[in-house]
Nanobody
Framework: QVQLVESGGGLVQAGGSLRLSCATSGSTAIRYAMGWFRQAPGKQRDFVAAISGTGGTTLYQDSVKGRFTISRDNAKNTVYLQMNSLKPEDAATYYC????????????????WGQGTQVTVSS
């Protein structure tokens, strides 16, 4: 089975930055497109960003464009989400996800999920 483990969440003031990491169990998941979702209490889990297996294609939710950057280091079997200019509405549990394509990530057709990491943004 594929394992995805997120880290890097925490408490940050509005306007600050965090970098989330998603470590895979090995090379198994690194061939997949990868992405990030977020879910605030009482709300649905929403797509945030996706990246293709090679890193050549990225997709973003409109609300994070220009502020968040998804990247991957396949040699380290790790996917990152750099979050800058954080806003209170960005507060959520962030989940790493893997699927065959970035389109599948965006549409929520996910093969594997991580356990989530909490991001809190104070105003």
């Amino acid at each position: 089975q594929v394992q995805l483990v997120e880290s890097g969440g925490g408490l940050v003031q509005a306007g600050g930055s965090l970098r989330l990491s998603c470590a895979t169990s090995g090379s198994t998941a690194i061939r997949y497109a990868m992405g990030w979702f977020r879910q605030a209490p009482g709300k649905q889990r929403d797509f945030v960003a996706a990246i293709s297996g090679t890193g050549g294609t990225t997709l973003y939710q409109d609300s994070v464009k220009g502020r968040f950057t998804i990247s991957r280091d396949n040699a380290k079997n790790t996917v990152y989400l750099q979050m800058n200019s954080l806003k209170p509405e960005d507060a959520a549990t962030y989940y790493c996800a893997a699927a065959a394509t970035t389109a599948m990530i965006k549409s929520g057709r996910i093969g594997y999920w991580g356990q989530g990491t909490q991001v809190t943004v104070s105003s």
